[in-house]
């Protein structure tokens, strides 16, 4: 582990970050859509197609061993960083998408009846509503919603009195708004879930990538996020599961590396993780993804944290003293997400023009209208940050913002 | 009346006396905001092209042999971009709108407008425009 944080060396060690956009160096503020790769996580892609690519777990040559070997290391690395009991409990997925929609398909429609409420909360990511409303939708359950105030906050008082009515069944939350960036109270969140019997899944998105989750420790039912959030390859996602929910939850898709033994007149299935990994999986970019994960490990501690935070107050500093830029999402607790609206103009004008400045950030809803809808606002712009950017870059990116502004009004 | 074609190529001729990409876009924006106000009746929801960020309105009438366009948007770039595709397609026949090839966009530069698809309603809107020279072919 380093000893220091030494941010023109993270820098260097993000390749694609050194580049001129329209003519500008490229500012990149999207991070909550998508993080940027390290040049391990590229190497390590290459290698395993120039070195190690086959089919795992079922070949008995040399590269088959390889594969499986570097395909199950991932698995290993994950079960450390959340802390989780075994390695059986880390499923791949294809996403944070893919995980929520299996456990909304398989737990949920092996436990879910008439009658009962599946609760979600106002700050969701379409994909963790839908899932559910499908779900709900055939076995005639409710979805229901925990309100958020004005600051973005969870209203907690309202949380309880719905768990109260004894009918709530399963609660699904994000851990981070991706939208506003509010860090939601989760262990108090499990804690009363349980109270009542409910189970609950965390949509770690937008959290994993900020700060060091012990699933043990909050007592997490299911946990859904995606590497790409977490600076690692597009389309691996990661489900981890309390390994008695898991057991009992039929099956998701059928096909190969799911099964046990298949004849004609019965099938029995495959054990944990590999009864919900049917098909060959992404084996390259979950290889590679273990990358990231060593690559956060060498950062020294609370070093992610400590930059982050310090570009969040510097950023909301400057942002508050545009005129007529009002910031969507004041709680006290956020990770380095500054949603933003300005009197009298269109976020997609702002994106467009921010864009020619170099400055990359995301306007729109957010994948998250019914918050939009809460707040009146048919979009924001947001800026979200991770630890290899720098107060430079966000002295640019208001220089544009306040050019753009001019240009708009 | 210019032609379809003659007023493409003098948007391209404006386009062409601005040096860098903020003149360029100035000028977009000027454009939008001059664009003639859209009859608050005809921003229906049958009139209405969602994108994903912004919304489009297009209302066509048929005056005499040409068809009329009417159009808005909430966002200003969107709005300019409007007011050019309407200065080029409007008060055309219906068959000249049907052959009518839109090369000026590429040409002065603007087509990641029309590359963003999902986001703001205007590829959808010129296929409308399109569509409307169609059905008013087909009435006549």
């Known amino acids: ?409 | 009346m210019a032609t379809i074609n003659e007023t493409q190529d003098e948007l391209i001729e404006e386009f062409g006396l601005f040096e860098d990409w903020a003149d360029k876009y100035e000028y977009l924006i000027d454009l939008g905001k001059k664009l003639s106000p859209m009859n608050e009746a005809f921003k229906t929801e049958e009139n209405v092209i969602k994108g994903c960020q912004s919304k489009v309105w297009l209302h066509a009438e048929k005056h005499g042999d040409h068809i009329v366009f009417f159009a808005d948007s909430e966002a200003i770039i969107v709005k300019g971009m409007i007011s050019m595709l309407i200065r080029v397609l409007s008060n055309h026949t219906p068959a000249e709108i049907m052959q009518a090839d839109l090369y000026f966009i590429d040409q002065i530069g603007m087509a990641q407008h029309l590359a963003q698809t999902r986001s703001n309603g205007l590829v959808a809107m010129v296929k409308q425009m399109k569509n409307y020279a169609v059905a008013f072919n087909a009435m006549a």
């Open chain 1, 1 to 409: 582990m380093a000893e220091k944080f030494d941010i023109e060396q993270v820098r260097k060690d993000f390749p694609i970050l050194d580049q001129q956009v329209n003519g500008a160096p490229l500012v990149y503020f999207d991070n909550a859509a998508t993080t940027q790769k390290p040049q391990m996580v590229i190497d390590a892609l290459n290698h395993y197609y120039t070195r190690d690519n086959a089919n795992i777990h079922r070949g008995l040559h040399t590269l088959a061993e390889r594969a499986t070997t570097g395909y199950e290391l991932t698995r290993k690395k994950l079960k450390d960083f959340l802390n989780a009991e075994s390695t059986d409990q880390i499923i791949f997925t294809s996403g944070t998408t893919a995980g929520i929609n299996l456990v909304a398909q398989t737990y949920g429609r092996a436990n879910f009846s008439k009658g009962d409420i599946i609760l979600v909360s106002n700050l969701e990511h379409h994909s963790n509503i839908v899932p559910w409303q499908m779900i709900a939708e055939e076995k005639g359950a409710e979805v229901q919603v925990i309100p958020v105030d004005e600051a973005g906050i969870l209203d907690m008082k309202a949380y309880v009195e719905l768990l109260d009515t004894k009918r709530v069944k399963f609660v699904a939350v994000n851990h981070v708004s991706n939208a506003i960036g509010t860090i939601n109270p989760i262990a108090y969140i499990i804690e009363q879930a349980h109270r009542v019997g409910a189970k609950v899944l965390i949509d770690g998105a937008q959290s994993v990538a900020h700060f060091e989750i012990d699933v043990q420790a909050l007592d997490i039912d299911f946990l859904a996020f995606s590497a790409h959030k977490l600076f690692g390859p597009t389309g691996v996602g990661v489900l981890y599961g309390k390994r008695a929910l898991l057991e009992a939850m039929p099956p998701y898709q059928g096909g190969g590396e799911m099964i046990k033994e298949v004849s004609f007149a019965s099938t029995t299935y495959n054990e944990l993780p590999y009864k919900f990994e049917a098909g060959t999986p992404n084996i390259a970019d979950v290889y590679a993804f273990g990358f990231a994960l060593d690559y956060l490990k060498s950062l020294p501690k609370n070093a992610v944290w400590e930059q982050e935070k310090a570009l969040l107050d510097y950023a909301t500093e400057q942002l508050m003293q545009i005129d007529g830029l009002r910031i969507v999402g004041q709680a006290p607790e956020k990770i380095a997400v500054v949603s933003f609206v300005i009197d009298g103009v269109h976020p997609q004008d702002i994106g467009v023009l921010l864009d020619k400045f170099g400055v990359a950030i995301r306007t729109g809803h957010h994948c998250a209208q019914p918050l939009m809808a809460r707040y009146e606002l048919v979009g924001t712009c947001r800026a979200s940050f991770a630890f290899y950017n720098t107060k430079s870059e966000i002295d640019l990116f208001v220089k544009a913002l306040k050019r753009t502004i001019t240009m708009l009004s």
